[in-house]
């Protein structure tokens, strides 16, 4: 906590001027966080709106009658496309999508940075620079042959595919975040470790794997809303029947037949943020940490 | 045997890796660097015919208005996303009681999907239903609101929507900057009698530099990299109004079946994002050495 204040305390002729700042700044503040909030609010009052409501009444008013309808049309009925059973069946891809890819990409990037940080041969930091700069790379520069290999390895539109794209172009991050971790563990730990015949498996199995909990919080919750979130690589690598909820999503609120229904939109758009906000909300606190690692450390 | 296994055993955990990255990293960007010099057009060609579709590209308008339209949208949205930032983490640095429950309201927006983003804007930005009907419901009525469907104003739509969600994350690098500043030095000054605000403007915001390059450093990497947020807002629209490189490149990939293009532009794309992060990278890696 810095001790400069905008309003330092001074003598008391100058209380006035003092609550009035203090009063200034906490409007300030309420004005932004409302800005913040504001599409959120819509969001969920839209949702709730019917859409003879939606039409007559204003954007930022409260629903006059509360329904549901738009969420289960949004969950089960809508059409992405041709196919119209909701956002269900999208859902449950990008489940079954990003578990096994965080699992596994978490999993290299702990073994990796264990590597790198612990074990450093000659060359490791050079591979640790090559493997930091994949993390920067614009993804469309490699869409193309992916697309192709993919094809190659069977594996074209295919859920097996997203989750192998996921755990490759997550390698990077996962291993920048363990290897920053584990630098900071004093490699005396190793050494006496070995001394008492410990292994390289031993060592991490029962020295650093119990010290990780912290990172592999961050390394996961990352993960998740990486790939939770992603669109490009869903976009591109996957075919009717196996896209992630964010092109679903996308299809639902863009599909051009029929009347559009804006609070199914807004019910479908919450539906998919949910995972992502709720896992914010539990643990924010390392939401942040991720945030801030991949970009101050990096 | 197991001596020799024992040596080598941390190389061969991380070979798997290291081989996955340079295939699916060095080896595609060889690969599309290759495919942007042939004639590629459906199907990729392997022989090289030179700087050909380079030429096509900075030929093509929407290529044209793809570019001026990154530079717009990523001038506006790095500094308004920048000065908005570090105002919000001054304005919670006055020792808030209420600071950890208004740090989680800006911050959220960062934990959402650019197409829910988009989404939620493009509903709020309607122009028949949204803010526009809103304020015209309130007795202005000509109050025009359009942006999302005006080709001249579609991607400052764009620039609000992606402040709205950046904002919040360049105020907790600041905040965590501001937390950082020697307390000392702010005490002296603060004995010294020097206004507050000379003591953010000479002493605390210079000492934020590396901060400040941070920053810049993640919102052009966010705005070089940004699709999803233009697909979900305008579809690139009206027309190609708000296209992006990176919606152009999808395009030429995936719609338009123009590889040569496609290959062409991502390595455009990339040469824009290596300017910006080669030389930061350069300097934090040698830093450390030092």
Redesign the interface.
């Given at each position: 906590?810095?001790?400069?204040?905008?309003?330092?305390a001074r003598a008391p002729a100058q209380n006035w001027s003092r609550i009035a700042l203090r009063w200034l700044?906490?409007t300030?503040?309420g004005l932004?966080?409302l800005?913040?909030?504001?599409?959120?609010f819509?969001?969920i009052t839209?949702s709730l709106k019917s859409l003879e409501e939606?039409?007559t009444g204003?954007?930022?008013a409260f629903p006059r009658e509360v329904t549901f309808d738009a969420w289960r049309t949004a969950w089960s009925e809508a059409c992405t496309g041709i196919q119209c059973e909701g956002l269900r069946p999208f859902f449950w891809n990008s489940v079954v999508i990003a578990v096994p890819a965080v699992a596994i990409s978490t999993m290299?990037g702990a073994?990796?940075g264990?590597?790198?940080a612990q074990?450093r041969?000659k060359g490791?930091n050079l591979?640790f620079?090559?493997?930091?700069?994949?993390c920067?790379?614009?993804?469309?520069?490699?869409?193309?042959?992916?697309?192709?290999?993919l094809g190659l390895m069977g594996l074209a539109g295919s859920i097996p595919g997203l989750i192998f794209v996921h755990v490759?172009?997550g390698?990077?991050f996962t291993?920048l975040f363990f290897r920053n971790f584990y630098v900071t563990i004093p490699q005396d730990l190793v050494k006496a470790a070995k001394v008492d015949g410990a292994?390289?498996?031993r060592i991490f199995w029962s020295i650093f794997l119990p010290l990780s909990l912290p990172i592999i919080v961050v390394t996961v919750i990352w993960q998740f809303?990486q790939i939770?979130?992603d669109?490009?690589f869903g976009?591109?690598f996957s075919q009717a029947g196996t896209q992630p909820v964010?092109v679903a999503?996308?299809n639902i609120?863009?599909s051009t037949t029929g009347v559009k229904e804006?609070n199914v939109?807004?019910a479908?758009?919450?539906i998919?943020?949910l995972p992502?906000?709720l896992?914010?909300a539990v643990a924010?606190k390392y939401?942040?940490r991720g945030?801030?690692a991949g970009?101050?450390k990096? | 045997m197991s001596q020799w296994l024992?040596r080598h055993?941390?190389?061969m955990?991380?070979a798997?890796?290291?081989a996955?990255?340079?295939v699916?990293?060095?080896?595609?960007?060889i690969?599309?660097a290759w495919?942007s010099l042939t004639r590629s057009r459906l199907l990729?060609k392997y022989e090289i015919e030179g700087l050909i579709q380079y030429e096509r590209l900075f030929n093509a308008p929407r290529w044209d208005t793809a570019m001026s339209n990154l530079f717009v949208f990523g001038t506006l949205f790095i500094l308004i996303s920048m000065v908005l930032g570090l105002m919000?983490a001054?304005?919670?640095?006055?020792?808030?009681r209420t600071e950890g429950v208004?740090r989680?309201?800006?911050?959220?927006?960062?934990?959402?999907?650019?197409?829910?983003?988009g989404?939620?804007?493009?509903?709020?930005m309607?122009p028949g239903?949204?803010?526009e009907?809103?304020v015209r419901?309130w007795g202005f009525e000509s109050f025009t609101f359009d942006w999302v469907i005006n080709p001249d104003k579609a991607i400052y739509a764009v620039v609000i929507a992606g402040v709205?969600q950046a904002s919040?994350?360049v105020m907790?690098?600041f905040l965590?900057g501001?937390?950082g500043?020697d307390?000392e030095i702010?005490?002296a000054?603060?004995v010294d009698g020097i206004p507050?605000?000379r003591?953010?403007t000479a002493i605390?915001i210079p000492s934020m530099a590396p901060?400040f390059l941070?920053?810049f450093?993640?919102l052009a990497?966010l705005a070089?990299?940004s699709?999803?947020l233009v697909?979900?807002l305008t579809?690139g629209g009206p027309g190609y109004a708000t296209d992006l490189?990176?919606t152009y490149?999808?395009t030429m990939?995936?719609s338009r079946g123009d590889?040569g293009q496609?290959?062409s532009?991502?390595?455009v794309?990339?040469a824009v994002?290596f300017a910006i992060?080669v030389p930061y990278?350069y300097s934090?890696?040698r830093a450390k050495h030092d």
């Open positions: 906590m810095t001790d400069a204040t905008l309003v330092p700044l906490f300030l503040l932004f966080a800005f913040y909030l504001m599409p959120l819509v969001m839209t939606i039409r204003s954007l930022i290299l073994a990796n264990y590597v790198i074990w041969f490791a591979i620079s090559l493997m930091l700069f994949g920067f790379i614009p993804f469309q520069v490699v869409l193309l042959p992916m697309a192709r290999m490759i172009y390698i990077g291993t292994g390289f498996f809303t939770w979130n669109f490009l976009v591109s964010t999503l996308n609120v863009n804006y939109d807004m479908a758009a919450i998919a943020a992502t906000l896992v914010y924010g939401f942040i945030l801030t970009s101050v990096g | 024992e055993i941390p190389k955990v991380l798997p890796s290291f996955a990255v340079l699916f990293v060095y080896g595609f960007i690969w599309t495919v990729p919000l001054i304005l919670l640095d006055q020792k808030i208004l989680t309201i800006y911050l959220y927006p960062m934990a959402l999907s650019l197409i829910v983003t989404t939620a804007w493009k509903w709020i309607n239903l949204g803010i009907a809103m419901g709205w919040g994350f907790a690098l965590a501001l937390r500043v307390g702010i005490k000054a603060q507050a605000w003591i953010y605390i901060i941070s920053a450093i993640v990497h070089i990299k699709f999803d697909i979900a579809g490189p990176a490149m999808y990939a995936f590889i496609a290959a532009s991502a390595m794309m990339m994002v992060i990278l934090e890696l």
